[in-house]
């Protein structure tokens, strides 16, 4: 399908996420990722921040509020709650959570799962999966439009882990 890969490897795609939970027989199913030189501890609270705002192009689904670039100190997310806030409304809801591993989130019959994949020298892969049903039409514009804005947001994540890389790590006791 159109749009259905960006920034993923083959066995990325084969593995299981936590959205696959929810749809059975998915007629949309689209990966994305991207490497954030930070480890998973620092990529999780922006993650984890989705629900105040999208952090993907502010100026379409945000009504041109910036996505917030400094941590909220936001309680951890739990099932039930809201999952991300666009144009200054909270939508949809979070359908499961492991802390600082993955977020998986629903809008419009669509799931979404974001997870942490920790690896070597303090880096991460961040990896979302979409999934839902739609009509075999309506599918390859869905995965198109969330190519281009899911990739946005993904990027945003890893620019914020980086550049503040130990705000989501505790202190050394040294």
Same mark, same amino acid.
């Given at each position: 399908?159109?749009?259905?890969?960006?920034?993923?490897?083959?066995?990325?795609?084969?593995?299981?996420?936590?959205?696959?939970?929810?749809?059975?027989?998915?007629?949309?199913?689209?990966?994305?990722?991207?490497?954030?030189?930070?480890?998973?501890?620092?990529?999780?609270?922006?993650?984890?921040?989705?629900?105040?705002?999208?952090?993907?192009?502010?100026?379409?689904?945000?009504?041109?509020?910036?996505?917030?670039?400094?941590?909220?100190?936001?309680?951890?997310?739990?099932?039930?709650?809201?999952? *991300?806030?666009?144009?200054?409304?909270? +939508? %949809? @809801?979070?359908?499961?959570?492991?802390?600082?591993?993955?977020?998986? $989130?629903?809008?419009?019959?669509?799931?979404?799962?974001?997870?942490?994949?920790?690896?070597?020298?303090?880096? *991460?892969?961040?990896?979302?999966?979409? +999934? %839902? @049903?739609?009509?075999?039409?309506?599918?390859?514009?869905?995965?198109? $439009?969330?190519?281009?804005?899911?990739?946005?947001?993904?990027?945003?994540?890893?620019?914020?882990?980086?550049?503040?890389?130990?705000?989501?790590?505790?202190?050394?006791?040294?």
């Amino acid at each position: 399908m159109i749009g259905d890969r960006w920034g993923v490897s083959d066995s990325e795609t084969l593995r299981s996420y936590p959205c696959d939970d929810f749809v059975a027989s998915p007629t949309l199913q689209a990966w994305r990722g991207v490497h954030v030189k930070a480890p998973a501890d620092a990529v999780w609270p922006w993650v984890a921040q989705v629900r105040l705002a999208p952090y993907s192009y502010d100026w379409i689904d945000n009504r041109g509020r910036r996505s917030p670039r400094e941590l909220a100190g936001l309680p951890e997310p739990r099932a039930g709650e809201h999952f *991300t806030t666009a144009c200054g409304r909270e +939508v %949809g @809801r979070i359908v499961s959570v492991e802390v600082g591993k993955h977020l998986t $989130g629903t809008i419009m019959g669509v799931f979404m799962s974001y997870v942490l994949v920790p690896e070597d020298h303090g880096t *991460t892969r961040l990896l979302l999966k979409v +999934v %839902g @049903r739609t009509s075999r039409w309506i599918a390859p514009a869905v995965s198109l $439009g969330d190519l281009i804005m899911a990739r946005r947001q993904l990027l945003n994540f890893r620019q914020l882990s980086e550049r503040h890389p130990h705000q989501g790590t505790a202190p050394d006791p040294d």
